[in-house]
């Protein structure tokens, strides 16, 4: 009975030496439901279109040439964010360092007096929030611009890891800060995402060259 035992367990050692790293923290979350309690990210993300009527965008939106955006977020939680912004074949970060969103405060990117302002004649523009639990060297090293076809294999990467994933608005509250009142008051119109450990919005701007 002993030998039989020993064997068992033989087997079951041998079984989670080769075990993916997946399978293991599948693993690891059956045998610790605690787990399953940490709190999920949650954050106020969107864009803001600074035209004639100033609004917030549509995943998918039209703006005009010489036209201003900002991207706004506010997280429930200290996290790492990023504003991710491809246009013309390159792709950059749209917030300056640090990546650090702090717990309850709105902030506006690149900043909430001028935004950023949309070139004429040079096509799309598409930006994406991504908030994550941990940092991500991937994500911060488009401090420096890069071709958006190098990254995509990058984020192509990330989602393939499931690290990444978008994630739908959903109506959740998020406390306001005082420090932030002036990002909070366009923040706090914006539709709330949440996502385990890191969560990604997307908006997609046509561009109009006439105005």
């Known amino acids: 009975m002993l030998a039989a035992h020993d064997f068992f367990a033989d087997r079951r050692r041998r079984c989670l030496q080769t075990l993916p790293m997946r399978k293991i923290l599948l693993c690891a979350l059956i045998i610790c439901p605690a787990f399953l309690h940490a709190e999920d990210l949650k954050a106020r993300l969107g864009v803001e279109l600074r035209g004639n009527v100033p609004r917030a965008a549509k995943a998918r939106d039209t703006v005009r040439a010489g036209d201003r955006i900002a991207a ?38 690149p900043n909430l007096e001028s935004g950023w302002q949309i070139p004429a004649g040079q096509g799309p523009v598409e930006i994406m929030l991504i908030v994550s639990a941990v940092p991500l060297n991937e994500v911060a090293a488009l401090q420096k611009s890069v071709s958006t076809d190098e990254w995509r294999k990058d984020e192509k990467r990330l989602r393939d890891e499931e690290r990444m994933r978008g994630s739908a608005g959903k109506p959740v509250p998020v406390a306001a800060n005082v420090r932030s009142i002036g990002a909070e008051a366009f923040t706090r119109k914006l539709p709330v995402y949440s996502g385990a450990a890191l969560i990604s919005a997307r908006f997609f701007l046509e561009v109009q060259n006439q105005r």
């Open 72 to 109: 706004y977020a506010q997280p429930s939680q200290n996290c790492s964010l990023y504003v991710v912004i491809s246009h013309a074949g390159k792709t950059w970060l749209l917030n300056a360092k640090p990546y650090t969103a702090v717990k309850d405060v709105a902030e506006a990117y």
